[in-house]
């Protein structure tokens, strides 16, 4: 008999852009430039209209229009890369052929919402929030949150080269959309890294950042590279990891000139310093993972960075089958020398119960990727539970599979909790997607709604400011 799943080793491709109506003039050595890439971002339907022409149906564009005008919590910026790795395998055709390819691909569902992906009863858990992690609540100074006993998260913008309807920060990154007034930092990005560097000079327990944002391909390089080798000049520091889903979005800038130099620079010195420094990427979709990606990835690897990796989304439609999961992990692996990291279930943002999938279908998942890749290449799929952290998937302490309700535990005290003597003991909930139920489980949920036992609005956890 078969095995469930059949390892076969593919070549990356990188699509022809060509194809697209909008592209067919635009040269190799234009495509492969990191300011044409962001000169020509897709930043809204008629600029997508530009590019696919009329390859996809009036009715499309009319679908993006109400979900950027109704339910949009983050604004529409896509790089000319990523969008090519749209419906990659389709040969176009007449007026509206690449339309029902386009909507049912996987990098379309999570980089390009519309209206009618949403769900119609329950868009956004009643149990949702705009921050909610509560990262801003462990801000140890503006924009450096202290969540785990040894670990600091230094946002260092508020940007990104490309915007992700499904992002854990969506109440601070990228610009206001007509449903969501978003956060801004008060403090200017200079004071904002002293104050971070100053808080951990002061504080000897933490050996771990993670530099991110927004997107680290969207601050200034010298700006950046002086905050990195600000932190490898401190000694308690013994691990930084850059976080950038460009990587994959926009490849073309880890290739770039200044940048590569630089990265070089600080990967001498953590080499010399001994302290770990890698990159973490963002993808969803093995057709993200192309020749260019791939270019980009062991670039960084060839200049000393100690490993890149993947920390992806589970998504329903993008990658929640076995299949899926494996042909991402093996294109990330053997074509780019991306280790497979995380896979976390998306967060409880607003908006986002048409991409989230209930924690028994993480843990199936779990299960059907086990055995075929390395172990040290096998993700761990895991649950970022509010006021927990990140748990494995089969940590649970308890499970209501017809509501949809799991409780979890936690071994450490985040800043806010010191002097909370049941933060160790207390069980913390988290919630499945209300559509994942079965009818008894929807029920109990329209009841309680009904009966106002449910949040009427969104909570939003973050100060502004």
């Not at 889903?245 to 001498?268: C, N, S, T, Y």
Request: with cysteine.
């Amino acid at each position: 008999m078969s095995q469930p799943y059949s390892y076969s080793r593919r070549e990356l491709v990188e699509p022809d852009w060509t194809r697209f109506p909008g592209w067919r003039g635009v040269t190799a050595a234009e495509w492969a430039d990191v300011q044409w890439q962001r000169a020509h971002c897709v930043k809204n339907a008629a600029q997508l209209r530009a590019v696919l022409g009329d390859l996809v149906a009036d009715s499309f564009y009319a679908d993006l229009l109400v979900d950027q005008e109704q339910h949009a919590t983050m604004s529409m910026l896509i790089p000319p890369q990523m969008v090519n790795t749209m419906t990659a395998a389709v040969l176009p055709g007449g007026p509206g052929s690449l339309t029902e390819a386009f909507l049912a691909d996987p990098v379309r569902r999570y980089m390009l919402p519309v209206a009618s992906d949403r769900d119609d009863h329950w868009p956004s858990h009643p149990y949702a929030s705009r921050d909610s992690l509560h990262e801003s609540d462990m801000w140890a100074v503006e924009g450096l949150t202290h969540r785990y006993p040894t670990k600091v998260l230094a946002e260092l913008t508020n940007t990104c080269p490309q915007y992700c309807g499904h992002c854990t920060r969506m109440d601070l990154v990228g610009t206001s959309t007509p449903t969501v007034d978003k956060h801004r930092f008060s403090l200017k990005p200079v004071d904002r890294q002293d104050r971070m560097l100053d808080y951990l000079r002061r504080s000897p327990g933490v050996r771990d950042v993670v530099v991110s944002g927004g997107d680290v391909a969207n601050v200034p390089w010298p700006r950046l590279e002086a905050f990195v080798a600000a932190l490898l000049a401190l000694e308690n520091i013994r691990d930084i990891r850059l976080a950038s889903k460009a990587l994959i979005g926009l490849p073309q800038h880890w290739f770039a000139d200044e940048v590569r130099a630089g990265m070089e620079r600080l990967a001498r010195t953590a080499q010399e310093r001994g302290v770990g420094l890698a990159v973490h990427t963002h993808t969803n979709a093995a057709e993200q993972v192309t020749p260019l990606v791939a270019r980009a990835a062991r670039g960084l690897l060839d200049v000393g960075v100690r490993d890149v990796r993947n920390q992806g989304v589970l998504l329903r439609g993008v990658n929640d089958s076995v299949e899926a999961l494996l042909d991402l992990c093996f294109g990330l692996l053997d074509g780019a020398g991306v280790l497979p990291y995380y896979f976390y279930q998306c967060d409880m943002i607003p908006g986002s119960e048409h991409w989230r999938l209930p924690l028994h279908r993480a843990r199936e998942l779990q299960h059907g990727i086990m055995g075929y890749l390395p172990g040290f290449a096998t993700p761990r799929i895991v649950v970022d539970v509010p006021f927990v952290g990140k748990r494995w998937v089969d940590q649970a302490v308890t499970y209501d599979r017809v509501r949809g309700i799991s409780t979890w535990t936690k071994n450490y005290r985040t800043a806010i909790e010191l002097a909370d003597a049941e933060a160790l003991a207390r069980q913390y909930p988290y919630y499945d997607p209300i559509h994942s139920l079965p009818a008894a489980g929807r029920a109990w949920w329209r009841k309680q709604a009904a009966a106002g036992q449910v949040p009427a609005q969104l909570p939003a956890h973050r100060a502004a400011g």
